[in-house]
């Protein structure tokens, strides 16, 4: 299940963080614990959401195709 809610705002600001190490963490679209030293903060119109890696890549693609 991926929560699709907000992909309507793909095309806002999206930063891919790099952690010194691995932490677990709840990706808001994917609704997953992920662990990894990989994370990005999207910032939405419902706030700052933490989302995966894989996630930020799917997000990026989305913006790139609504422009
Ligand atoms: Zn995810």
Redesign the pocket.
Known sequence: M?NRSLDGEASRPKFLKRLPTAMTFL??????N?TSKLQAEWHTSQGIKV??????G?LVAKARVMK
């Open positions: 991926v990706c808001f679209r994917c609704e997953r992920k989302i995966c890696n894989g996630c930020y799917e």
